[in-house]
């Protein structure tokens, strides 16, 4: 019963460095969604996958990258980290019932860069 | 690009009130979607709505797609403290079904 696994649940990180945000779904979710809250925010789009294969921009999609890896993995990358990037990353995702939209969400990355 | 505006932002109700919120647009939506964020966790989507004056119920919520399509509504009735959170409402956006514009969300505060 996990739904939506994220990893890590909290990272710190200098600036300029590296890192991998890992998400796996174990509903047979074809598409799958990364986003990331600001405080007094809501949600920003980041990058969507709507199928295995496939990725395209959201709203905010500079500064990352994202591997649909397969069906159930789909993973964000930040290059080159810089401070405007601290934020919570959520990832999602939704099924085959014609909701184009999230429908499950991770508990969240809580990134911080110094 | 287009911004949803929540209202109200946050709320303090006894236990057993009943709430409402809402929810506007800038344009038209073809869909609404209404989520509940618990603290620490992520968003749950609690109703989602597809055609305009449509009512939907999930337990004690009440959602409605505005007949102008540019607004949608939330209603709890009888409160419990378990729905203290942040209700955030949504639509799609940037002309593709898949790219979701949020609002900033309504915080609720039950007392016992």
């Known amino acids: 019963n996990a739904g939506v696994t994220q990893t890590p649940k909290f990272q710190v990180l200098k600036t300029g460095q590296s890192m991998t945000l890992q998400c796996a779904q174990d509903?047979?979710?074809?598409?799958m969604y990364w986003y990331r809250q600001d405080p007094g925010m809501g949600l920003r789009l980041i990058y969507y996958?709507?199928?295995?294969?496939?990725?395209d921009k959201g709203e905010v999609p500079n500064g990352y990258n994202v591997s649909r890896l397969n069906k159930r993995e789909f993973s964000l990358r930040l290059e080159s980290a810089a401070p405007s990037q601290t934020s919570v990353y959520f990832c999602?995702?939704?099924?085959?019932?014609?909701?184009?939209?999230?429908?499950?969400f991770g508990d969240g990355t809580r990134l911080s860069i110094l | 690009g287009q911004q949803l505006n929540q209202s109200p932002q946050s709320m303090f109700i006894q236990e057993g009130e009943d709430v409402s919120m809402n929810c506007t647009s800038s344009?038209?939506?073809?869909?609404w979607l209404w989520y509940k964020q618990d603290p620490g966790e992520g968003p749950v989507l609690l109703i989602a709505?597809?055609?305009?004056?449509e009512l939907t119920s999930n337990g004690r919520l009440t959602a409605q797609f505005g007949i102008t399509r540019k607004d949608s509504f939330l209603n709890i009735s009888a409160s419990i403290p378990s729905d203290v959170g942040i209700y955030f409402c949504?639509?799609?956006?940037?002309?593709?079904?898949?790219?979701?514009?949020f609002g900033k969300g309504t915080l609720l505060t039950v007392n016992p």
């Open positions: 999602a995702s939704s099924g085959q019932t014609g909701l184009h939209q999230p429908q499950h």
């Open positions: 996958s709507a199928s295995e294969g496939t990725t």
């Open positions: 509903m047979n979710h074809n598409s």
């Open positions: 344009s038209i939506f073809n869909t």
């Open positions: 709505l597809y055609k305009a004056g």
């Open positions: 949504a639509g799609p956006s940037g002309g593709s079904n898949y790219k979701l514009t």
